[in-house]
Structure formats: C-alpha cells, structure tokens
C-alpha cells in the first residue's frame, strides 16, 4: 500500500474487541475470560512484533484482525491440519541458517586480530547452527507416519492376564534348559501359559495331603551352651 492512503481504501483496521458473553455470567467474567483466551493473547503479542515491519507511517491492522488469523490457524490445527506448523518451521529453518552464515562470517573476520570478538561470534553461530538442526529434525518428524504399538491381553485360566506389546515364537521342547536358552511358552506356543507346578490346582484351590505324608517334627530349638541333662 502506498503512503498517505486512507483506511477506507482497502484497509479497515478492527481495534474494537468483540466478547462474547454468555447469559449466566457477568460482563467482568465475560472479559476476564477473553483476556486470558490464549489466541487473543498470543495475537497481541504477534502483533506488536509483527507492525515493526510496516514502519511508523504506514496504516497498520488492528487487534482483531490479528486475533482473527491466529484464531483460523488453530482451528486448522486443531483439525489436524499441519500446513502452518510446517510452514514455520521450514521458514525459521531459512532464518536460523541466515543468522549462522552472517555469525560466522563476522567471526572469519575478527580472527586474526580479535579473537575474543571471533569467539563469542564463533558461539552464536554455533547455536543458531543448533537451532536450525533441531527445526529441520522436527519437520521431518512432522512428516514421518506415527508408529502405533498395538498391545495383545491374554487371559489364562486363572483369570490372569498376560499383556505383551510383542511375542516372540520359539520353536521348543520341555528339555531343562539355561533360563536364557528357555522359550517363552514351552511347548504350548501360548504367552503367559506354562505346565502347573506339582501340588498345585490350576482353578487356585489347595490340594490336601495325607497326614502319613507329612515331613518330621523339628525338634525345639535350644540356647547356645544349654546341654542336656
């Protein structure tokens, strides 16, 4: 636009905030709420950086014109859209690779009779080096499919349940093995089911024993140094 045009040429900046207010609450509540909505703050943030470009004469957008975009950009994302997060970052990328071509330009400079001045221009460049990597590796991950781990239960007979995000099948027999050379279910390629132990009833109940088959008394203990009589 060129200087000295007027607002009703095209411009038409929108200061007046609009808010919404809702039946049961209060006109103080209802601005407090807006004031705090993330869009309207991250707006005039945005905006108050972004009119440095335009410079002091020219006519710039009003608050609500910048509430108005950030608003349709996070509607979009939260749709699912990406278009505007890869366009950030592929454009801070360009500007983080600027910053570290012009640091290290002024440190080749400064080498040989500055060296303190190569140095911390030498660090800067290094950092904005950093930055533009990490950008890049996050846009790739942007675009990169999301693995999914789909995990299996199994339910054995004593309603326990054996979860596993991966199985593994082993070809086994019931030779006794190093626990490390052991299949995961031995012989029975079911996760989680193994043969029952010896006394043992698979529905949980404890198995009786005969009273001839019980183990010896233990005789009762004695102090040290007591001796018989």
Known sequence: MAKGKK????MKPE????VEQAPTETGARAMARKLLQPQLRNAATASTFAMKVLGDDVEKPGIMDFLDHVQKATAKAEGGDLAIASAMLASQAVTLDTMFTELARRAAINMGEYINAAERYGRLALKAQSNCRATLEALAKLHQPREQTVRHVHVNEGAQAVIADQFHHHAGGHQNEESAEQPHAAGTGAAGSSPAM???DAQGNGLPIPGDQGGEAMPDARRQGQRRT
Do not use: C, P
């Open 198 to 200: 010896l006394g043992h």
């Open 15 to 18: 200061n007046v905030l609009t």
């Open 7 to 10: 607002a009703d040429d095209g």
